[in-house]
Nanobody
């Protein structure tokens, strides 16, 4: 069992930055891939970024590529999402998720464990 707790959300003006963190419990963290997803009001949950078990392989959605960076610290059992040049359309609840394998994935159904989410609001 893996428990995930996100933090770092908040209100920021367009063009600003935020750094989300996800703290994971359990001894398997360093062997599993992690992902970030987001869900805006009235919309489906969408993929944001993913990182493999070692941190050497990452992917980001086209909508955030070049602005968002995912990273992990396998000693501290944390995964982070650095968000720069934020836009109002980035407003959503952001979720951290963990797979049972070390390979990256873009589909939410590939993730077994989820955090409770953290709200990010970007004002125009």
């Amino acid at each position: 069992q893996v428990q995930l707790v996100e933090s770092g959300g908040g209100l920021v003006q367009a063009g600003g930055s935020l750094r989300l963190s996800c703290a994971a419990s359990g001894s398997t963290f360093s062997s599993v891939a992690m992902g970030w997803f987001r869900q805006a009001p009235g919309k489906e949950r969408e993929f944001v970024a993913t990182i493999n078990w070692s941190g050497r392989i990452t992917y980001a959605a086209d909508s955030v590529k070049g602005r968002f960076t995912v990273s992990r610290d396998n000693v501290k059992n944390t995964v982070s999402l650095q968000m720069n040049t934020l836009k109002p359309e980035d407003t959503a609840v952001y979720y951290c998720a963990a797979r049972r394998t070390g390979l990256t994935a873009h589909e939410s159904g590939e993730y077994a464990y989820w955090g409770q989410g953290t709200q990010v609001t970007v004002s125009a």
